[in-house]
């Protein structure tokens, strides 16, 4: 555990250095950038021991800290949600140092170097906190760093809103989190989360209660459907490196949050199993859905977010539910599944934000219609994001569809089971929904951005150009885990088991059932690459025995084609997205020379924002109050004590 707290020191002290070294930006950048790897580093070195069977490391720190003594360890579940913190955080970090050298002069990056590092730093002291006060600290540095870095941009009235929206609701998570830990603690003395254990495993009310807090207070930091709405906007304002974190990141501690509190309070009722599993069809199917609709790059990217969530959510359901009905296989496939997920969604999600930044910082818009034939100019570029895209669907041979498959394994399992778990096999028609449209979302997400030709006059016109290595080599290092995780699944299956046993405080079932999982996903990915290749080798043969016709295409009788009469982004999307209606929440426009698409979000769009005005409406209205006579404040306070004396008489019996 004191390699992972020097760890957390070293990834601080590079966030220092870029301060005060900020006269000398560029030594500045390479040692924020060294010290950010070195830490990284020490991070993921006991991590992976503890993950291969080491024994759970511990280190507390007593004397005069409020709430007793600080207790941090390293667990299977504190390891494995290292491993995104490790790797995608210092990743980010080095591309960043790239992506923010363009705005010195008008921008302090220095401190937002700096900041980067605390949300690194804290993101590391939840998950391995364990203990009520150092949670939330580093829970409250967490949220406030994000903030900060979200409105770094804060001349922009986009960065303001979103970091507006940001800060309300992580508040709001916050005080469901204090409410979780206040009914946690009425059932014992101690504050470390050894006590809460020992303290809260019969049922009761407060354990109902703290179970419903964490749902609350978990799923919005993880970004559920209908607590996501602060996730969009937040995710399109920040830097692209941020938001690679705070996508790939930092929406995993609320994952982490609720998979802690199902293995603190022991097996957990029915009723926090169904709406796992009801929020995650919900923000799976809605997520990719609202995806498909966008315009804005970094938006989209977003709404995949949520729709990954709802796939982690989804396993994680079925695990809870497995567990109550007493099917342990189930249980450990969907916790393992969620887990893996977890894992899967923050190196591809962190490659497609850093792919996305260096589209924008080449270009110098997020407007997908207005992009194109990028292939040609940022070659390495697109293949990194392409190798992203095909992860986040969930094909092989990569990552995200190892994860899928045990998703899928858990809901297929959990079909055969005689009790009413048996109607989990929705979730399996919804998580191919989801695989479905999460294609065609991508199909037309680089078809439209590296494909065909340039819709618009972008910053630079010819001149754009693949950006340098301090932008490629993050990008080029997450796909390579992509690939890895995808090709030898046997790296990660049997670490995501233990994790899933320390969550169930079971055994996972037979071992000869995970052992064959690995050979079966591999079988499947070296096939997939055996196709590919040798359908790229019958490629190549054929290109040189038969010699290509060049000719123009064929202009349906009109004028000659211009890269305006391409597909976009919006005529691409709109037939499926016209299957939905009005759940798509995509308005239509269409004109004589144009169709137009107007993306809302449903949520805050149509629920939370007309709620707002109306409370709004109504303070004004009660504002007059302050301003009238005294008779009227005199006949309020009477009316006040006639209804308690009569509510003392009917009810308490009161004479």
């Known amino acids: ?87 995608a955080g210092p990743a980010a970090g ?41 949670f939330l600290a580093a829970w409250e540095v967490m ?81 559920a459907v209908p607590l996501h709405f602060w996730l ?122 850093l792919g996305a930044g260096a589209v924008v910082r080449a270009t110098g818009t997020r407007v997908i219609d207005r992009l194109g034939g990028l292939g040609r100019r940022m070659p390495l570029t697109a293949l990194a994001f392409g190798i992203g895209s095909v992860a986040i669907v969930g094909l092989p041979p990569l990552n995200g569809f190892v994860s899928e498959w045990l998703v899928f394994g858990g809901l297929f399992s959990a079909a055969r089971a005689p009790e009413a778990l048996r109607f989990a096999i929705v979730g399996a028609a919804a998580l191919a929904l989801i695989g479905g449209l999460a294609l065609a979302c991508f199909s037309k997400l680089d078809g439209v951005l590296f494909l065909g030709q340039a819709r618009a006059p972008v910053p630079g016109g010819l001149g754009v150009r693949e950006p340098g290595a301090g932008m490629v080599v993050p990008m080029l290092g997450l ?44 079988s499947v990915a070296l096939g997939v690459l055996l196709a590919i290749a040798v359908l790229t080798w019958l490629r190549s043969r054929l290109r040189h025995a038969v010699k290509p016709v060049v000719d123009q295409t064929w202009a349906c009788g009109g004028l000659p084609l211009s890269p305006r009469m391409q597909y976009s982004a919006s005529s691409y999307a709109a ?7 009005a759940l798509a929440g995509v308005p239509q426009a269409r004109e004589a020379t144009a169709f137009h698409s107007h993306p809302l979000d449903l949520i805050q769009d149509r629920a939370v924002l007309p709620t707002w005005r109306g409370l709004e409406s109504l303070s004004q209205r009660l504002r007059q109050w302050q301003g009238g006579r005294i008779r009227w404040y005199l006949l309020s306070v009477v009316a006040t004590l006639l209804v308690l004396l009569f509510y003392l008489m009917r009810w308490k019996g009161a004479v």
């Open 575 to 581: 037939p499926l997205l016209a299957a939905f209606g």
């Open 479 to 522: 796909a390579a885990a992509c690939i890895a995780i995808g090709v030898f699944p046997m790296l990660v299956l049997d670490p995501a088991r233990r994790v899933a046993e320390s969550v169930m405080q079971v055994a996972a079932g037979p071992p000869d059932e995970w052992a064959a999982a690995a050979p079966r996903i591999a």
């Open 94 to 134: 080095v591309f960043g140092t790239a992506y923010l050298a363009a705005e010195r002069g008008h921008r302090n990056v220095a401190l937002a170097h700096a900041l980067f590092a605390a949300l690194l730093a804290a993101l590391i002291g939840v998950v391995t906190s364990q203990s009520m006060i150092a």
């Open 143 to 223: 949220a406030l760093s994000a903030y900060l870095l979200v409105v770094f941009e804060s001349e922009q009235l986009e960065a303001r809103r979103a970091g507006l929206i940001y800060v309300v609701l992580t508040h709001v998570s916050t005080l469901a989190l204090i409410g979780m830990f206040a009914a946690m603690s009425t059932t014992t003395e101690g504050r470390t989360f050894a006590d809460f254990a020992a303290g809260s495993q019969v049922a009761s009310t407060p354990r109902t209660l703290a179970f419903g807090l964490a749902l609350l207070g978990f799923g919005l930091k993880a970004g």
């Open 232 to 353: 969009p906007g937040a995710h399109a304002a920040a830097p692209s490196h941020v938001s690679a974190v705070l996508s790939g990141v930092m929406l995993k501690v609320g994952i982490y949050g609720l998979l802690r509190i199902i293995g603190l309070l022991g097996p957990a009722p029915l009723w926090f199993g169904w709406s796992l599993f009801g929020l995650g069809v919900i923000s799976g199917v809605l997520g990719v859905l609202w995806a498909l609709g966008q315009h804005d790059l970094k938006r989209l990217l977003a709404y995949h977010s949520v729709e990954n969530i709802g796939i982690i959510l989804l396993g994680m359901g079925v695990g809870v539910l497995g567990v109550s009905y007493h099917h342990p296989v189930v249980a450990a496939l969907g916790f393992a599944g969620a887990v893996l997920h977890s894992l899967n969604h923050s190196l591809f999600k962190s490659l497609l934000f």
């Open 1 to 87: 555990m004191s390699t992972v707290l020097w760890g957390a020191a070293l990834i601080l002290s590079g966030g220092v250095a870029a301060v005060l070294l900020r006269r000398w930006a560029r030594l500045a950048d390479r040692l924020y950038a060294t010290l950010l790897l070195a830490g990284g580093a020490l991070g993921l070195v006991p991590a992976i021991e503890t993950l291969g069977g080491s024994p759970a490391s511990t280190a507390s720190f007593s004397g005069s800290l409020p709430g007793g003594p600080w207790a941090f360890a390293l667990d299977p579940l504190s390891a494995w949600f290292l491993l995104p913190i490790c790797l």
